[in-house]
């Protein structure tokens, strides 16, 4: 059974800095893209960043390229997003998602996805 679970979210001022963690088990990860994406109230679920368990390969989505970093620890199984800078405009609901490497399909598109987790709350205030 694959679950994928957050963590780390919250409130933080404008400027500050979070590190959501995605902690992941039932799958083969070398063989896993993990991805982050978010959704605002009232928006569409966003693509923010993926990485490719096997190479380490990253992929961000251009309003958050140089501000937010995700890596992988192969030791614990986890995703990490590190979010620095933030804006109100990252206030979100961030969800971590998986989905196997060999399939075709963009990784920036959420539909090309599998197994998703339940979603951490991130606040950023003005």
């Known amino acids: 059974q694959v679950q994928l679970v957050e963590s780390g979210g919250g409130l933080v001022q404008a400027g500050g800095s979070l590190r959501l963690s995605c902690a992941a088990s039932g799958l083969t990860f070398s063989t896993y893209v993990m991805g982050w994406f978010r959704q605002a109230p009232g928006k569409e679920r966003d693509f923010v960043a993926a990485?490719?368990?096997?190479?380490?390969?990253?992929y961000y989505a251009n309003p958050v390229k140089g501000r937010f970093t995700i890596a992988r620890d192969n030791t614990k199984i986890t995703v990490h997003l590190q979010m620095n800078s933030l804006k109100p405009d990252d206030t979100a609901v961030y969800y971590c998602?998986?989905?196997?490497?060999?399939?075709?399909?963009?990784?920036?598109?959420?539909?090309?996805?599998?197994?998703w987790g339940q979603g951490t709350q991130v606040t950023v205030s003005s």
């Open positions: 998602a998986a989905r196997p490497t060999l399939y075709s399909g963009s990784y920036y598109d959420r539909r090309n996805y599998s197994y």
């Open positions: 990485i490719s368990w096997s190479t380490g390969s990253t």
